[in-house]
């Protein structure tokens, strides 16, 4: 399989925030809202992480807030509606939710449910002609995800993904030191990602049709952070993936180990699972090293390098500031920092790891 996000695109893409360059998009002028109006925005899911963090995030942004809901739990409308002042005209269920074409205040929909019905979701808002923000991962499949690029290719509207890390200042650091040498030439990764502890039955993280598993849910961090600090994609890599408690995660990956081989030999290790907390991104170069540890915590993402610098905790507004840059994309007319070629990428790597781990831990070229 060809590697289709090159190099170019990669620095074009991830590099656009902090070089401060972006790639205009030629929305129709009428999906562009005037610069001092913010964009209103649909959660799609009602779940712990659209209520936990996106809609508390919503009340800090400066350019987007919360203005409807999608849900299929009857039960939680009254709640969000009095929490958030949503009016009756902005509640939508998951078979009505194409209506939200005929609805002015909605500019983005925010796709906030498992996995394996990303695609499904994203496509309705996509055409109903409205910008989507999909959460990671993207979608199942490099398939689903080239449909939703598709649509919204079709539609003129931005897709972007919601990998919050790659709008956190500690991370946009790292970046920076891998693309400007800061450290050196990059002779090696060591990334990691999990928790402990368990999911009750019914959860999506065990369910392998809704995308659950270590690795999808949890694996694109380490994959996404190795790929960005690098600032090339791998050429090709090998996984193994296993579950110890198989009742719990009999359809899934409790454990997923990798390797990553980037151009000129060089490597990245990386770890995910359910059964063991770890969360770390450290990258030694020619000249030195530096680190994030945490990586990709809600807040505390902190780091520090061989000479000595620190990168201290920034605010608890990741999710704020993440919103805030996709806004602030759509009212700018220009390219968002994670578009859709990017989550695809990472899915493209994920089904690679899969293969790998089916096939003995055989290296898979990608």
């Given amino acids: 399989m060809s590697n289709q996000f090159s190099r170019k695109d990669f620095l074009k893409t991830a590099g656009s925030l ?10 129709p002028s ?86 394996g019905l990303h695609a499904k979701h994203s496509i309705i808002g996509l055409e109903a002609g409205k910008h989507v923000w999909c959460e990671k991962p993207m979608a199942m499949d490099e398939r689903e995800c080239q449909a939703m ?12 993904v919601g990998y919050r890390m790659q709008h956190e200042p500690n991370m946009r650091t790292i970046m920076k030191y891998g693309r400007e040498e800061t ?34 849910d949890m694996g694109v961090y380490p994959i996404n952070g190795a790929r960005h600090a690098m600032g090339k994609e791998p050429i090709r890599v090998r996984g193994r993936q296993w579950s110890e408690r198989k009742k719990m995660y009999s359809e899934v990956d409790e454990f ?22 770890t969360n770390y991104l450290d990258v030694e170069a020619s000249e030195g090293w530096y680190r994030l540890r945490p990586m990709q915590t809600y807040s505390g993402v902190q780091g520090e390098t061989s000479d000595g610098t620190k990168l201290s905790p920034n605010p608890n507004d990741q999710q704020a500031r993440q ?11 220009k390219a968002p920092i994670v578009p859709g070629a990017d989550g695809l ?6 089904k690679a790891i899969m293969e790998s781990s089916q096939k003995d831990g055989k290296w898979i070229e990608l």
């Fill in 30 to 115: 009428i999906l562009i809202p005037k610069k001092n109006e913010k964009i209103g925005v649909a959660l799609v899911g009602l779940g712990r992480y659209a209520g936990g963090q996106l809609a508390p995030g919503l009340q800090q942004t400066e350019h987007c807030e919360l203005r409807g809901i999608v849900t299929g739990t009857p039960s939680k409308i009254p709640q969000w509606q009095q929490r958030y002042d949503i009016p009756d005209g902005n509640v939508y269920n998951y078979e009505n939710m194409h209506e939200v074409a005929n609805n002015d205040d909605i500019d983005v929909i925010y796709v906030v449910t498992p996995p």
């Fill in 256 to 277: 997923t180990e990798f390797e990553m081989e980037f151009p000129d030999g060089i490597l990245a290790d990386g770890e995910t699972s359910f059964g063991k907390s």
């Fill in 345 to 350: 990428q990472d899915i493209r790597i994920v």
């Fill in 183 to 216: 450290y050196g030439a990059i002779t090696g990764i060591k990334t990691g990602a999990g928790y402990s502890g368990g999911h009750s039955e019914g959860d999506w993280r065990a369910d392998a049709e809704l995308g659950g598993g270590a690795l999808y």
């Fill in 323 to 333: 919103m805030d840059n996709d806004a602030l994309a759509i009212k700018e007319n």
């Fill in 18 to 27: 902090i070089a401060g360059s972006s790639l205009a998009v030629g929305f």
């Fill in 149 to 160: 690029i598709d649509a919204a290719n079709k539609n003129k509207v931005q897709l972007t």
